[in-house]
């Protein structure tokens, strides 16, 4: 029992030391514009974020890429999630614009993201909210 406790109290320091590792190489580095506040503010982007940066931390040579990527990321999100509610007829929180009852106003808000009135279509960048869409949902659900 010892040990399992023991072992459990490391990953939770392991844990502190990868969140606040995450705060400084990719929180601190936001914008502090709109988008870039509901990135800090917003809990359930914090952790969708730090799984993203979790999933590539091993490797250290590429740790300005990593960083860079995961902030685009989560910008991309934002911005999602600020189209979302826009459209939106009630107050929705952001991981509950994943939920099936949702999903025509979340389909909106992914046209209106990824298109641009006066160029159209957005050249892949429908290709970017699939990926990023189905890791956001495996975090959040």
């Known amino acids: ?55 590539v931390k091993g490797r250290p040579n590429k740790s300005v890429l990593i960083r860079r990527n995961v902030l685009a990321q989560m910008r991309i999100l934002a911005r999602l999630y600020k189209h979302f509610q826009s459209l939106s007829t009630e107050q929705v929180r952001f991981q509950e614009m994943f939920t099936r009852a949702h999903y025509e106003t979340l389909e909106d808000a992914i046209r209106k993201t990824t298109t641009s009135e006066t160029k159209g279509l957005l050249s892949g960048s429908k290709l970017t909210f699939h990926g990023l869409i189905q890791n956001a949902c495996r975090s959040v659900l």
């Open 1 to 55: 029992m010892q040990c399992i406790a023991a072992h459990s109290g490391k990953e939770t320091v392991e844990m502190a030391k990868a969140k606040k590792k995450f705060r400084e190489d990719v929180l601190s580095r936001l914008r502090r514009d709109d988008i870039g506040r509901s990135c800090v503010e917003d809990e359930t982007l914090q952790m969708i974020g730090f799984k993203l940066y979790q999933r």
